[in-house]
Nanobody, 122 residues
Framework: QLVESGGGLVQPGGSLRLSCAASGFTLDYYAIGWFRQAPGKEREGVSCIDSGSNTNYADSVKGRFTISRDNAKNTVFLQMNSLKPEDTAVYYC??????????????????WGKGTLVTVSS
C-alpha cells in the first residue's frame, strides 16, 4: 500500500512537501515516482528516483521540485517550491521498474497510491 500526504491549498510562489509512505513491502529495490493529473488532462509524470538515488524530472518542474527517499522510513518525498497555478492537480505516487518509471509511462507501474490534492491559487 502507498499512502500520499502533504497536499493542500497554497498561494502561487509557495511550497509544499508531499510524502509517500509504503506499507507491506520495502521500497529499497524499486523506482518510485510522482505523477499528477489535472482536471480534464491525462496523468503525467513529474519526478522519479531509483534505488541508487538517480533522479528524473519533467521539464515543467525542473529547478522547482526535488524528489528524495528515506529507505529507513520507507518513504519518498517531493519538495515543491515556487508553485504555480498550473501545478494544481491530484498527485499520485507510484512504484515500478526503472524503464517505465524513467520514461514516465503510467501504464508500466506496479502500485499506485490514492493521491493527494494540490491546489495553487491566490
Amino acid at each position: 500500500q502507498l499512502v500520499e500526504s502533504g497536499g493542500g491549498l497554497v498561494q502561487p510562489g509557495g511550497s509544499l512537501r508531499l510524502s509517500c509512505a509504503a506499507s507491506g513491502f520495502t521500497l529499497d529495490y524499486y523506482a518510485i515516482g510522482w505523477f499528477r493529473q489535472a482536471p480534464g488532462k491525462e496523468r503525467e509524470g513529474v519526478s522519479c528516483i531509483d534505488s541508487g538515488s538517480n533522479t528524473n524530472y519533467a521539464d515543467s518542474v525542473k529547478g522547482r521540485f526535488t524528489i528524495s527517499r528515506d529507505n529507513a522510513k520507507n518513504t519518498v518525498f517531493l519538495q515543491m517550491n515556487s508553485l504555480k497555478p498550473e501545478d494544481t492537480a491530484v498527485y499520485y505516487c507510484a512504484v515500478g521498474h526503472i524503464a517505465p518509471m524513467f520514461s514516465f509511462n503510467p501504464n508500466g507501474m506496479d502500485y499506485w497510491g490514492k493521491g493527494t490534492l494540490v491546489t495553487v491559487s491566490s
